[in-house]
């Protein structure tokens, strides 16, 4: 089982910075594709961005494309979310997602990610 543990998250103003972590337990982590979705109150979750397990192919909704980046640091087992320019529209809980099919082109899919953290929210007062 692998254990995703976020965090980051918290209460900032429209056109704000927030830097997000995701630290995962497997030790096949620098295999793993990953992902970050969003889920705001009453709504479905969302695809925000997914990262290839080299780091080499990058994947974003088109409602972040530009303002945020997604990376990874494979010696370090974290996924990060830098996230720019924030509008009250990004408020959600934000969550790390894992694919454990080793070496898969990345996901916009939620349902193709095995493993969930708990999610950190982010919050952006206009």
């Known amino acids: 089982q692998v254990q995703l543990v976020e965090s980051g998250g918290g209460l900032v103003q429209a056109g704000d910075s927030l830097a997000l972590s995701c630290v995962a337990s497997a030790r096949t982590f620098s295999s793993y594709p990953m992902g970050w979705f969003r889920q705001a109150p009453g709504k479905q979750r969302d695809f925000v961005a997914a990262i290839s397990w080299s780091g080499g192919t990058t994947s974003y909704a088109d409602s972040v494309k530009g303002r945020f980046a997604i990376s990874r640091d494979n010696a370090k087992n974290t996924v990060y979310l830098q996230m720019n320019s924030l509008k009250p529209e990004d408020t959600a809980t934000y969550y790390c997602?894992?694919?454990?099919?080793?070496?898969?082109?990345?996901?916009?899919?939620?349902?193709?990610?095995?493993?969930w953290g708990q999610g950190t929210q982010v919050t952006v007062s206009s």
């Open positions: 997602a894992a694919d454990r099919r080793s070496f898969r082109p990345v996901s916009r899919v939620a349902s193709e990610y095995h493993y």
